[in-house]
């Protein structure tokens, strides 16, 4: 449904995005034989302005295919509400680290043969209601199957990255390909535990919208479901299954009982999300890092004042740029504490100011300054909610911390927060946090994760030797705010201000225990192995 290439092409919303953009470049990197699909999401996502009181604005943020990838000549139909609405696709070429190329085919509606309600189908990412959103998923899916038979790429397998591409294998059914042959072309995988993340619709606005032979062929799959359900549409469908995290394999598999569910953990791209300072340090110590990121745990054997030397040129250059976006000037002498990510309330995005006296207490001890970021979906009124409080906390904590909001979290200013941040914060409820990925970016250039027990982090961790946890797997939730507050006063915040080298030790660590085990090359050899068995991989 969307992918995160280049900040200008602005066909993504957040982490399911950013993460098929990672698995396009590591793709490319491994020379991988694949094409990646998804919508042109014309008017993007959520562009974000604050107004003084602390609300967030939404408005399209649009842009142009035409200026980043080439149309092709195939013109495809996908059926809807009756209609047969025509597709066609944009395509972009991602370079690999050797030079192999990986296309990305973004599929657009907005054809003079279409009405204009049609040609608006691949505007709005996440926007729109029910109907609007299954119009895109049969682009999506059904445009896919029969755009890419039109062109005449022949697909070994299909890899359906979350539910929202469900109707291509049900596509495939439909048009007479047996169940088990479709399931042996399939791969699917899901990606979230929270049920507003998993798309259901209706069987009468499934009628209404799809001819009826999906719906028969859907009955022969799933002859006892309720409604439309994407997810499990997608994993009845497909032979091979995952989770993206070994954690949330569990919880995946007592969600859908009877099903066989791998796991194949999240990874970053190094080479897109170490600082420049930072590649240049990797370049000298652990060559070859960018073709195999296996090698940066030569990191290990590197002079941690060499690592936080290269972390402070990162960090000078987020400094300047929240003085530029903000007015505010930064005191380099604290700790820079970062929470970006969407604002939803599993994530917890006002934890840390569940005790406001004690945080005050505490930064006056310890001085910290909090960078926080992130977008609400434009339907989450508690996301709204939670960006209003923060500003509100901000105000009131006057400088001690030092709390600043950065509007517009994407893909600029993610490389700007995770290239400086000195600690990353975690906070979900667990088992909410299906994987998370922005703490392995930070990790990458020398943060230290701050976590509750979820996630990756569950496998990433070495306590109190790269990075923290808040509490255990048995810790009350509830709890999590006073055991945040208990770890900055008694452990992080004193592991900075009175025990440098040992912190720039963590931060080497955290690059060479994290950099290899969470790259999304790794994550895409997992995937060419296990799910596409695919036997060309090089090395
Ligand atoms: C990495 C990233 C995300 C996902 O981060 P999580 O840790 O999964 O919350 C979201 N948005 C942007 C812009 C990112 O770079």
């Not at 619709?201 to 799959?221: K, Q, T």
Request: aromatic share 8%; glycine share 10%.
């Amino acid at each position: 449904m969307e992918i995160a290439i280049a900040p200008e092409m602005r066909c993504y919303s957040g982490g399911l995005g950013v993460l098929a953009g990672d698995y396009l470049r590591a793709a490319a990197d491994l020379a991988l034989p694949m094409v990646f699909v998804t919508l042109a999401n014309r008017e993007g996502y959520v562009l974000q302005e604050i107004d003084a009181q602390g609300n967030q604005i939404d408005r399209p943020h649009p842009w142009e295919p035409g200026d980043h990838a080439v149309p092709l000549d195939t013109v495809v139909t996908v059926p809807v509400a009756g209609r047969d609405v025509a597709v066609r696709a944009w395509m972009h070429v991602s370079e690999g680290v050797t030079g192999a190329r990986v296309a990305t085919l973004l599929l657009d509606t907005d054809l003079p043969q279409n009405s204009a309600e049609d040609r608006a189908l691949t505007g709005r990412l996440y926007g729109g209601d029910a109907r609007y959103r299954l119009r895109q998923e049969a682009v999506l899916g059904i445009g896919a199957a029969r755009l890419l038979s039109a062109i005449g790429l022949a697909i070994g397998h299909w890899h359906l990255n979350e539910g929202h591409a469900a109707l291509l294998p049900l596509e495939l059914v439909r048009a007479g390909s047996d169940i088990d042959t479709v399931r042996r072309a399939c791969v699917f995988t899901t990606h979230t535990p929270v049920a507003a993340g998993r798309d259901r619709f209706a069987f009468g606005l499934m009628e209404a919208e799809l001819p009826r032979d999906y719906r028969a062929a859907y009955d022969r799959v799933l002859p006892d479901a309720e409604d439309l359900d994407m997810t499990l549409l997608a994993m009845r469908l497909s032979g091979y299954a995952n989770a993206v995290s070994k954690r949330h394999r569990d919880v995946a598999s007592d969600l859908y009982p009877g099903e066989d569910i791998a796991y194949v953990t999240n990874g970053v791209h190094p080479g897109y999300w170490a600082a420049p300072a930072m590649q240049a340090l990797f370049d000298a110590q652990a060559s070859g890092w960018r073709e195999d990121s296996d090698a940066l745990a030569a990191i290990a054997m590197t002079d941690p004042a060499r690592v936080a030397q290269a972390h402070e040129a990162a960090r000078a250059n987020l400094i300047e740029s929240v003085r530029t976006r903000t007015g505010r000037q930064l005191d380099p002498q604290r700790p820079i504490l970062c929470y970006a990510r969407r604002m939803t309330g599993y994530k917890r995005p006002t934890l840390m100011f569940e005790d406001l006296d004690r945080l005050r207490t505490i930064a006056r001890r310890h001085p910290f300054t909090l960078l926080i970021a992130g977008k609400a979906h434009p339907n989450d009124g508690g996301g709204k909610d939670a960006i209003r409080a923060i500003h509100d906390f901000a105000r009131q904590c006057d400088d001690m911390p030092s709390v600043v909001f950065l509007p517009g979290y994407g893909l600029e200013l993610a490389h700007l927060l995770v290239g400086g941040a000195d600690v990353w914060l975690n906070l979900p409820v667990p088992p909410l946090e299906a994987s998370g990925t922005s703490g392995m970016k930070a990790a990458i250039n020398g943060g230290l994760n701050l976590s509750t027990p979820d996630g990756w982090w569950l496998e990433g961790v070495r306590e109190g030797a790269n990075g923290w946890t808040i509490g255990d797997g048995d810790t009350d939730p509830d709890r999590h705010g006073a055991l945040l507050l208990d770890m900055l006063a008694k452990t992080v915040l004193p592991a900075w201000y009175e025990d440098r080298e040992g912190w720039n030790g963590m931060m080497r660590d955290a690059i060479a225990t994290i950099g290899p085990a969470f790259s999304a090359q790794r994550a895409m050899r997992e995937y060419a192995r296990d799910a596409y068995r695919f036997d060309g991989l090089r090395g």
